[in-house]
T-cell receptor, first 115, second 112 residues
Framework: KAGVTQTPRYLIKTRGQQVTLSCSPISGHRSVSWYQQTPGQGLQFLFE???????NKGNFPGRFSGRQFSNSRSEMNVSTLELGDSALYLC??????????????FGQGTRLTVV | GEDVEQSLFLSVREGDSSVINCTYTDSSSTYLYWYKQEPGAGLQLLTYIFSNMDMKQDQRLTVLLNKKDKHLSLRIADTQTGDSAIYFCAEKRSGGSYIPTFGRGTSLIVHP
């Protein structure tokens, strides 16, 4: 079974641009969560999608958005990039975290650098 | 304060035991997890414990839970250089969003 795939692995953008990151979950998993990881703030939850609907949202500005497609693949978009958006963005998939203890499987992440 | 707290660094000698500690604030936490992140990789679930358990052992890993003090620890016996990584503690609460809340991670450095 293929794991969680995130593309691209590395990205360099300039301030003010926008970026789209992609996540393909494990086959059969319907929940996809996104996290931002920085040295200063640790792992912060962005949002979770389940069956094409945003089910949970973290405390990030509206510049951060996402969506999920009918095949459960998910994208996140950051508009008007700021230097502070430089981070490792991690995606996790699970069958359904709402039904007790279901393991979240993480991708390798996309390293975004804003210059 | 933060919901899940961990010390940032731990350095041990190869062959010794490592103990990574974590405290959490929500008494309704149902599952508590330990994840490992190696350089350049995502997080990998190492082990978890349900809140009605005190201890769980899995080969070199021992998880201890003190629910009264809201304290969780991960003990790695016979620590090897390959154990060098960042270890994240996470809690999942009953009700609510059921999305795990992560600590900032503890960097474990194993030196020969």
């Amino acid at each position: 079974k293929a794991g969680v795939t995130q593309t691209p692995r590395y990205l360099i953008k300039t301030r003010g641009q926008q970026v789209t990151l992609s996540c393909s979950p494990i086959s059969g998993h319907r929940s996809v969560s996104w996290y931002q990881q920085t040295p200063g703030q640790g792992l912060q939850f962005l949002f979770e999608y389940f069956s094409e609907t945003q089910r949970n949202k973290g405390n990030f500005p509206g510049r951060f958005s996402g969506r999920q497609f009918s095949n459960s693949r998910s994208e996140m978009n950051v508009s008007t990039l700021e230097l502070g958006d430089s981070a490792l963005y991690l995606c996790a998939s699970s069958s359904d975290p709402g039904t007790g203890n279901t393991e979240a499987f993480f991708g390798q992440g996309t390293r975004l650098t804003v210059v | 304060g933060e919901d899940v707290e961990q010390s940032l660094f731990l350095s041990v000698r190869e062959g010794d035991s490592s103990v990574i500690n974590c405290t959490y604030t929500d008494s309704s936490s149902t599952y508590l997890y330990w994840y490992k992140q190696e350089p350049g990789a995502g997080l990998q679930l190492l082990t978890y414990i349900f809140s009605n358990m005190d201890m769980k052992q899995d080969q070199r890993l021992t998880v201890l839970l003190n629910k009264k003090d809201k304290h969780l620890s991960l003990r790695i016996a016979d620590t090897q250089t390959g154990d060098s990584a960042i270890y994240f503690c996470a809690e999942k609460r009953s009700g609510g969003s059921y999305i795990p809340t992560f600590g900032r991670g503890t960097s474990l450095i194993v030196h020969p």
